[in-house]
């Protein structure tokens, strides 16, 4: 009789623990995150930004009234233009300039050309002596040095001769020094 009872006992709880799994399966995250296996995050659309605190400049301010908006808040429409048209958000509003401000931009010197950017970035591109990975990778071997080296000995030797006779400094070949011949695998490797 007790080995029946036993039976029954693991059986119920089988079928328990099964009909769980069975109805943890059916549900739609609600169960996980009932007991914390998935998180919630935020959606990133209904987030809205607010102003920073910050301590007006002057303390005889009105405080505000309770409801009105925040005059540092933009409106939903602004932010939208914004968004849609970054240009809005960097264009600063026209204010007129203090004296001080104009006598600095007066002694700055005179306006830069709208242009300016594409000039630096022509000048950047042309004198930029370091070349890129793919250059390096193409163009392995170095260019052959067409530089001619003179030999100063035997140049001096000639302009003292051309001197002793009352020649020209440029009557005669000029002697330059003759680079050694590379082999073939050095010639290969510019070694």
Same mark, same amino acid.
């Given at each position: ?5 036993f039976?029954?006992r693991?059986?119920?709880?089988t079928?328990?623990?099964?009909g ?13 995150r ?5 998180r ?8 809205t ?15 505000p ?7 540092? /808040? ?5 932010q939208?233009e914004?968004t ?10 026209? @204010?007129?300039?203090?004296p001080?401000?104009q006598?600095l931009? /007066?002694?700055?010197g005179?306006?830069?050309? *709208?242009?300016?950017r594409?000039?630096i *970035?022509?000048?950047?591109s042309v004198d930029?002596g370091?070349?890129?990975f793919?250059n ?7 260019? &052959?040095t067409t ?5 100063p000995?035997k ?5 003292? @001769? *051309?001197?002793?006779l009352?020649d020209?400094t440029n009557?005669?070949?000029t002697p330059i020094i003759?680079?050694?011949r590379?082999?073939?695998? &050095?010639?290969l490797?510019?070694?």
């Amino acid at each position: 009789m007790n080995q029946s009872r036993f039976r029954q006992r693991i059986m119920a709880a089988t079928l328990l623990a099964g009909g769980g799994l069975v109805l943890a399966g059916c549900d739609s995250g609600g169960l996980s995150r009932t007991f914390g296996l998935s998180r919630d995050a935020p959606d990133e659309f209904t987030v809205t930004t607010r102003a920073p605190l910050s301590m007006p400049p002057d303390f005889t301010l009105r405080p505000p009234r309770p409801g009105a908006p925040r005059p540092q /808040e933009q409106s939903s429409q602004r932010q939208a233009e914004e968004t849609l048209v970054p240009q809005t958000a960097l264009a600063t509003p026209q @204010t007129s300039s203090t004296p001080g401000e104009q006598a600095l931009l /007066e002694q700055a010197g005179p306006a830069v050309p *709208n242009s300016i950017r594409q000039e630096i *970035n022509k000048d950047a591109s042309v004198d930029s002596g370091d070349p890129s990975f793919v250059n390096k990778l193409l163009f392995w071997k170095k260019p &052959q040095t067409t530089a001619v080296l003179v030999d100063p000995q035997k140049e001096s030797q000639r302009l003292r @001769t *051309n001197a002793a006779l009352g020649d020209g400094t440029n009557n005669g070949e000029t002697p330059i020094i003759q680079p050694p011949r590379k082999g073939w695998l &050095q010639s290969l490797f510019n070694w």
